[in-house]
């Protein structure tokens, strides 16, 4: 018999990822013998570009194995705040935490802020860790509705003001988005600087995915007049680089915020991998061709998509951002995604897990063929 252990409230308030729950399942039944057409995890369907491979090992060869300062690499502190500096936002090496992901600088941020009982307001749908993160930390939840809006803010503005108060500790923005794929307008975030400024709120602004942008500009809300010093921005290269199993990213913010993440992450992380800082290194100063390949990939699949389902009289809120995309179906999402997976063998994840039921996100990190194997297995066991 197993002994009964009392587990702290923290855990039990919160249920693994649901991204991660649906992509193991989808390997599970690979592993049975079953075909399954995988759209549910948010990973890059390309290798990592030759050159940053190539950094990582010559790293490991010359000795790169130890433990490096806990925030990072000066070289690599570096290379990030003059990538920043590229997307106009003016931090200092000092401002700076190298972290392994994106996930890790998202967790210290949110482990920092909040208290039990502080407020923190999502914007819906949101990738599900928020909630998690925010919650393990002992926050509530306020939370914003986008689905009515095809998931652009503009139009849904009033009801963020509403729901910003002066209680308000965080608001989360994360454009491009996922799981939507709305890349927020420049006015839309200008709102959303005004709210934070009159309500003293702290931003925190998670742009991984914006080398990934069809046709619009991506604005960095730290580059904002008036929000240098309220927002905290995330970022890191799993998806612009194809490197989500070196596990690498960063939190970018004021340094009174770095001193007290900091030290969560010298007591949990340390330091992210010596020799994968240093192929971070290379991925941010030498990879635009690479880059610019994925992106213009990931847009053929989108338009693809979109013109498929619509030949299925579907029509779906096209995405100017990220490789997601979210699906109308039933109200009982959860119900049409485990049917999905089981009868058509296609994976995706239900909206409900971002807070908005009604729909199924769609990972287009596969390559054609795939997708539209997708969604004609979607249509043939008639879930379109
Ligand atoms: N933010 C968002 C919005 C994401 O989708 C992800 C995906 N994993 C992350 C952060 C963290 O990614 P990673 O830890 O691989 O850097
Ligand atoms: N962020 C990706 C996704 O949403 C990877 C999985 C995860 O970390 O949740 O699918």
Not at 116 to 131: I, R
Not at 184 to 192: H, N, Q, S
Not at 262 to 270: A, E
Not at 364 to 374: D, N, Q
Request: hydrophobic share 40%.
């Amino acid at each position: 018999m197993t002994r009964q252990l009392d587990f702290a409230d923290r855990v039990e308030r919160v249920e693994p990822s649901a991204t991660l729950a649906i992509s193991n399942l989808a390997s599970e039944l690979e592993a049975d013998g079953v075909d399954v057409v995988d759209l549910s995890v948010g990973e890059p369907d390309f290798p990592t570009p030759e050159n940053v491979v190539e950094a990582g090992k010559a790293a490991l060869d010359a000795g790169h194995t130890g433990y490096t300062p806990s925030n990072g690499i000066p070289e690599l502190k570096r290379a990030i705040v003059e990538k920043l500096e590229g997307d106009g936002l003016g931090y200092t090496t000092d401002e700076i935490i190298v972290t392994p992901g994106g996930k890790q600088a998202l967790y210290e941020t949110f482990q920092a802020l909040i208290d039990d009982g502080d407020e923190v307001v999502l914007l819906d749908p949101a990738w599900v860790s928020y909630e998690a993160m925010a919650k393990l930390a002992g926050g509530s939840l306020s939370r914003v509705d986008l689905s009515g809006s095809d998931f652009q803010l503009e139009p849904a503005l009033g009801e963020l003001a509403a729901a910003v108060s002066d209680d308000t500790e965080l608001l989360v923005v994360n454009s491009p988005s996922n799981p939507s794929g709305a890349v927020f307008t420049d006015a839309a975030l200008k709102r959303v600087r005004d709210i934070a400024v009159e309500h003293d709120v702290t931003v925190l602004s998670d742009e991984i995915y914006d080398a990934v942008t069809y046709g619009v500009e991506q604005t960095s809300l730290g580059a904002l007049e008036g929000m240098g010093d309220r927002t905290v921005t995330i970022n890191g290269f799993s998806k612009a680089y194809s490197m989500t199993g070196w596990r690498l990213g960063y939190v970018a913010a004021p340094e009174p915020l770095i001193e007290q993440a900091g030290k969560l992450h010298s007591h949990s992380v340390s330091c992210a991998a010596n020799f994968v800082q240093h192929a971070g290194v290379e991925a941010l100063r030498n990879t635009d061709e690479a880059v610019a390949e994925m992106r213009n990939a990931f847009e053929k699949r989108r338009d693809m998509l979109v013109d498929l389902f619509a030949e299925h009289g579907t029509d779906v809120p096209v995405p100017d951002g990220a490789f997601y995309m979210m699906l109308p179906v039933d109200d009982d999402d959860q119900a049409w995604c485990e049917g999905a997976i089981e009868e058509a063998h296609v994976a995706t994840v239900p909206g409900s897990a971002f807070g908005t039921p009604g729909y199924a996100r769609l990972s287009y990190a596969a390559s054609e063929e795939r997708l539209r194997e997708g969604v004609d297995r979607l249509a043939e066991a008639g879930y379109l």
